[in-house]
């Protein structure tokens, strides 16, 4: 039996003026952002691993990243974006958010930018679906054994479920390239995987 929508909603944590804001300007200006019970449960995952600095691809307006700095208060925050308007959405939130200090925003594609070369316990990976792999790879690296990868979208609004000529035209390499993602992740031998079905499905990768 499938949980209603009503039920999951009944646990979503009380949010702040600023981040009910922000949950606004994404909704009218097509920006998108975690769902509200998905954000919860990533939250609670981090709080129970408690990773000391965090590595998040998409910053998008700056929402989930705000929403992990008010979880954990002595995680820092790296973050990379590459849509200008969205810096610029994102900047002014954070700057009028407690947590801001503790956020550093890196402007660039995050398959070019550098990012310091620090230790990242969690990386949370929010970005173009089609190049999930190609993040994957570039700064998997940078998390020691025991650090998750944390991915959003897997079920990309349940398109993953239909063949791939029954997704729209404009879709399709990005589904088979996360189609390809999963079956990639699913037999490293580096890392233990699990589907989340929270939000839009949530992917956690534990490094061994």
């Given at each position: 039996?499938?949980?209603?929508?009503?039920?999951?909603?009944s646990?979503?944590?009380?949010?702040?003026?600023?981040?009910?804001e922000?949950?606004?300007y994404a909704e009218a200006?097509?920006?998108?952002?975690?769902?509200l019970?998905?954000?919860?449960?990533?939250n609670q995952?981090l709080?129970i691993?408690k990773?000391?600095r965090?590595?998040?691809i998409?910053?998008?307006?700056g929402?989930?990243?705000?929403?992990?700095a008010?979880?954990?208060?002595?995680?820092?925050i790296?973050t990379?974006?590459?849509?200008?308007?969205?810096?610029?959405?994102?900047?002014?939130f954070?700057?009028r958010?407690e947590?801001?200090?503790?956020i550093?925003?890196?402007e660039?594609d995050a398959?070019?930018?550098?990012?310091?070369?620090?230790s990242?316990d969690?990386i949370?990976?929010?970005a173009?679906?089609?190049?999930?792999?190609?993040?994957f790879?570039?700064?998997?690296?940078l998390?020691?054994?025991?650090g998750?990868?944390?991915i959003?979208?897997?079920?990309?609004h349940?398109l993953?479920?239909?063949?791939?000529?029954?997704?729209?035209?404009?879709k399709?390499?990005?589904?088979?390239?996360?189609?390809n993602f999963?079956?990639?992740i699913?037999?490293h031998?580096?890392?233990?995987?699990?589907?989340?079905p929270v939000?839009?499905?949530l992917?956690?990768?534990?490094?061994?």
């Amino acid at each position: 039996m499938e949980l209603s929508d009503a039920y999951i909603n009944s646990f979503v944590q009380p949010r702040s003026a600023l981040l009910q804001e922000m949950e606004q300007y994404a909704e009218a200006n097509h920006v998108p952002i975690m769902q509200l019970a998905a954000i919860d449960a990533l939250n609670q995952l981090l709080r129970i691993q408690k990773p000391a600095r965090i590595l998040e691809i998409g910053t998008a307006i700056g929402y989930s990243a705000i929403r992990m700095a008010e979880a954990l208060p002595t995680v820092e925050i790296v973050t990379i974006e590459r849509d200008a308007p969205r810096i610029e959405a994102a900047k002014a939130f954070l700057a009028r958010s407690e947590v801001g200090n503790r956020i550093t925003l890196i402007e660039g594609d995050a398959l070019e930018v550098d990012v310091p070369q620090a230790s990242y316990d969690a990386i949370f990976i929010d970005a173009a679906k089609g190049q999930y792999q190609r993040f994957f790879e570039k700064y998997e690296a940078l998390v020691p054994s025991g650090g998750v990868l944390y991915i959003d979208n897997m079920y990309m609004h349940g398109l993953s479920d239909l063949a791939l000529k029954d997704v729209p035209r404009r879709k399709r390499t990005m589904i088979r390239n996360l189609k390809n993602f999963t079956d990639w992740i699913t037999a490293h031998p580096d890392y233990t995987s699990a589907f989340l079905p929270v939000g839009d499905g949530l992917l956690l990768c534990l490094k061994r």
